[in-house]
């Protein structure tokens, strides 16, 4: 953590996964969808599913030396102080200039969790009949992360703790850590479980 951010360090408990740890893998991961692209001389479209992966989005696609299109779509779980999931739901269909029709799709999410927001945001695309669908999540709870939801490319698996940093915020906030932390129990206080 720089020790230009006192603010928001001393609300850290832990560090999971650092930021080295972050860059090398994200490298690893653009290295293997490149590798796995089903068709090179077609772009890869590829939908950030808001807010939550937008810094993993950004990282991830300047190491992808591939023809590309970027779409993103809106879904959400928790709200307000909540680290409890309500369920998601999409709430921004960006009338976006990416066709997915016909085009391989690659989806990128912050956290395969319950799987619940990955199934929606994988069942509203396939909804537009894409050629392929494939999905990347820089991180997994695999204790919560149902069988029937696939992501075929996961940065790391960590344990069932509520996380924040590299863009997985908490009531909106800590995105901006450059790493995934679990913070003080004393910060969820207001966690309303709702
Ligand atoms: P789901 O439970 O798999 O549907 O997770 C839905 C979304 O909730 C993820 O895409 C994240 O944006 C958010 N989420 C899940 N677990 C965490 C966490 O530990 N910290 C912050 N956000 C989370
Ligand atoms: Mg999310």
Request: glycine share 6%.
């Amino acid at each position: 953590m720089p020790t230009s951010a006192p603010i928001l360090n001393k609300h850290v408990e832990r560090v999971l996964v650092s930021q080295q740890q972050i860059a090398d893998r994200v490298k690893e991961m653009a290295d293997e969808i490149t590798a796995n692209h089903p068709d090179p001389s077609e772009p890869l479209v590829i939908l950030c599913v808001l807010n939550g992966s937008v810094v993993f989005l950004a990282d991830l696609i300047r190491h992808l030396p591939i023809r590309m299109l970027l779409g993103v779509i809106g879904a959400s779980s928790y709200s307000g102080k909540s680290t409890v999931s309500k369920g998601p739901s999409i709430w921004h269909r960006m009338h976006s200039p990416v066709d997915m029709k016909d085009k391989h799709v690659l989806i990128v999410d912050d956290i395969l969790d319950s799987g619940n927001t990955l199934r929606l945001v994988r069942q509203t695309v396939e909804e537009q009949n894409p050629k392929s669908v494939a999905t990347t999540v820089l991180l997994r709870k695999p204790d919560k992360a149902p069988q029937d939801v696939e992501a075929e490319y996961i940065g790391f698996d960590i344990e069932d703790a509520f996380v924040v940093g590299y863009g997985l915020d908490y009531a909106g906030e800590f995105r901006n850590l450059p790493h995934i932390a679990v913070l003080k129990p004393e910060c969820y206080a207001d966690d309303v479980g709702e």
